[in-house]
Structure formats: C-alpha cells, structure tokens
C-alpha cells in the first residue's frame, strides 16, 4: 500500500474534541480514518478493520492506552502495526513506559500538526516496505513449494522411467510416461531395421554345463549386447534366451536406420571376440552370427492388461531371424534391401561387403539374396 494515499489510521482517545482533530487534519491530508472511544473499543475495531497505524491516547478510562498497546503486540498478526502514543503526561517517563508496552512513536499533547504528519508519514513508510518484504517472502515461499513439488514430479517420473527402462527401450519409456496424442503402445505400421542375433555352439554348452554357468554367460552376453543396443539408440523387442531382436526406426524415428544397425552390429562382433576368447579359456567354445533386414512391419503393445510387451510382427523381423540362423559363428549377414540402402546412403565403402547368393531360407517360397558383411572401416 502507498505510504501517501489511502493508508487508514484508527484514532483513540475518549476526549471527543480530541478524535476529531486528529481525524480532521489526517482526512485533509488522504488518509482514511477511524475512531475508538475507548481501549475495548480500539481492540474490536483493530479486529474488524485492520488499520495501518494508531494514533492511541495514553490516559483512557479501563484499559490505558500502554494496555492496549500490550494487548496489540500480543497478537502475533498485529507485531508490527505502528503505534503512535499520544500523551499530556512527563515526556520522558512516558516514554520509556511505552517502548516498554511497544509502542514505535510519542506525540505530545498540544500536538503540533507538521510534527503529526511527519510521524505518520515515517511510519507508514516503515510500514509499506515491512509489507512489500511480507509480500516477496510469501511469492518466495510460493516459489518454493512450486519448485518442491515440480523436483518431487520430475524424480517420480524419473523413477517411473527408470522402471519401465527395466522393460521398454529408453525411447519407447520416455515416449510412454510423456503420453501426448499419439499412444506408442497403439499398433502401427512403420518400416524398420531388424537385428536378430544369438550363440552358436549354446545348446551344447548347456547339455554340459551347470546352470550356474549357464546364467553367468548369458548375463555377460546380454550386459555387453545390450550396452551397444543403448549406445546405438536401438530397441531391443526381446530375449529369447541366447537369441536378440533389435529393430531400428520406431518408437523413435531415424535417418539412418540400416548404418545405424550395421554399426552396432560390427561393434557386437568386436565385442563378442573378446567374450569368446574368455569363455574360451573355461572351456566354453560360443561364437555369434546376426543377421540383419529391412522391411514394414506391424508395431505396438502385444499381451493383456496384466502384462504388456513391445513387438513387431512382420516377414521381416522372420527374414533377419532366418538370416542369423544362416550366418556362422563372427558373420553379419544382410538382406538385399540393407545392401541397397547403404548403397543409397553411399556408405558402402565403410565396410567390406560381398555377396552370398540366394539362400533358401524356411518359411519363405523363393530365395532369398543375402550379403556378407565384414568389419568396418577405422575412421
């Protein structure tokens, strides 16, 4: 509120002549005044319409002007409302009996009027920044619950992704928890990289090998393929055991979806060297062929309410399993769409690629070109 306008002032005295002076020259000068006749009085009206400042008479019948001023101190709403003692009585006692009570201001009886007004002033002025203070401190606590609760909202929804990270692609998680118009577990068509891959040599490990074994393998084969799956932005649609599939280009669409694939693929060979001479050194002999094809396929959630999983069905994901189930143990085979979209992508030359021929693959009426690709360029 403006110091200079409209700030309301409750005169007390039980001396009529006395209130209307005062009430006089305040309403001369824009402020809004009230009256009290009394201590009971001055506590009501406070009650009832908060004032900005009080001008209160010392000597009063009942409670005195230093009761009133203590009753108003005691109410923690009021701790800070201006108190003006006005006063007929030693200057000096008077005083020190009012700061006592809590009074802010003395004014002496005659009261000089350019005295009054510059007190009043003073103290409105003190006032008007204690309430701006008050009014920053409540936006800033407002702030902060604001902040509070947007932090608690964000680690919920964190944890909420991090759970369905456990299940989902990173992409397909995000994709879930932001929801919009467009539901990721809706089915839809799409064309997309598939990437199938698994051990050569595993059934015959697992005839012979104990169960312990067996876990530990399969959880460091999966650890180090899923790892490349993550670095590649990939989505893995599902375990099978030994076996992977991977597709590219949905949830999240990219560019480069067959580059993209074959790189991971390459790099899942690299990586599937170095498990393989550890394995083979406890006796484990376990090699990897993938095979990797482009097609449109049909996306979206597969299962109840209970349990939802992401899929896609389609000639292509059988078309890279059956190419994995052709390549041997260290091989990438790829189907003549892959050739042809690296090639549209003039990125053939980062690898070395050769043909294979037609393979007749199950499930398939014709044979099926496929290609052999090898390592990858050093750039």
Not at 36 to 65: C, K, Q, T, Y
Not at 324 to 338: F, K, N, P
Request: charged share 25%.
């Amino acid at each position: 509120m403006n110091a200079q306008a409209n700030a309301h002032i409750l005169v007390v005295d039980d001396v009529d002549k006395n209130v209307r002076l005062l009430a006089d020259i305040l309403t001369a000068r824009g402020y809004r005044t009230s009256t009290a006749a009394s201590g009971e009085e001055a506590l009501a009206r406070i009650a009832d319409d908060p004032p900005d400042l009080v001008l209160l008479d010392v000597m009063m019948p009942g409670m005195n002007g230093y009761d009133v001023c203590r009753a108003i101190r005691a109410d923690p709403a009021r701790a800070v409302l201006p108190v003006v003692l006005v006063t007929a009585l030693n200057p000096e006692q008077e005083r020190v009996n009012g700061l006592n009570a809590g009074a802010d201001d003395f004014l002496s009886k005659p009261i000089h009027q350019a005295e009054l007004l510059a007190r009043v002033r003073s103290l409105l002025r003190v006032k008007t920044l204690y309430d701006e203070v008050q009014r920053q401190r409540a936006e800033l606590l407002a702030w902060n619950r604001t902040l509070e609760q947007r932090v608690a909202e964000s680690v919920q929804q964190l944890e909420r992704v991090g759970q369905l990270k456990r299940f989902f692609s990173p992409q397909l998680a995000q994709a879930i928890i932001e929801g919009g118009a467009d539901d990721p577990l809706k089915s839809h068509r799409r064309e997309i990289t598939v990437v199938f891959l698994d051990l050569r040599g595993f059934t015959a490990f697992t005839e012979t090998a104990d169960p312990e074994e067996v876990m530990a393998v399969l959880a460091q084969y999966h650890a180090a393929m899923g790892q490349l799956v993550l670095d590649h932005q990939g989505t893995l649609e599902r375990f099978s055991g030994d076996g992977m599939m991977i597709f590219f280009n949905d949830p999240q669409p990219v560019d480069d979806a067959p580059a993209r694939a074959l790189r991971m693929a390459v790099q899942m060979q690299r990586e599937m060297a170095a498990l393989s001479g550890q394995w083979r050194r406890r006796g484990y002999d376990l090699h990897m062929g993938i095979g990797i094809a482009q097609g449109f396929a049909t996306l979206g959630g597969i299962g109840f309410d209970g349990r939802i999983d992401y899929g896609a069905i389609g000639t292509v994901t059988n078309l890279a399993a059956r190419l994995c189930g052709e390549a041997a143990g260290g091989e990438i085979l790829v189907s003549q769409r892959i050739k042809a979209a690296l090639h549209d992508m003039a990125l053939e030359a980062e690898w070395s690629i050769e043909a294979v021929g037609e393979l007749e693959l199950k499930g398939f009426h014709r044979k099926v070109a496929a290609w052999r690709v090898f390592g990858g360029v050093d750039r």
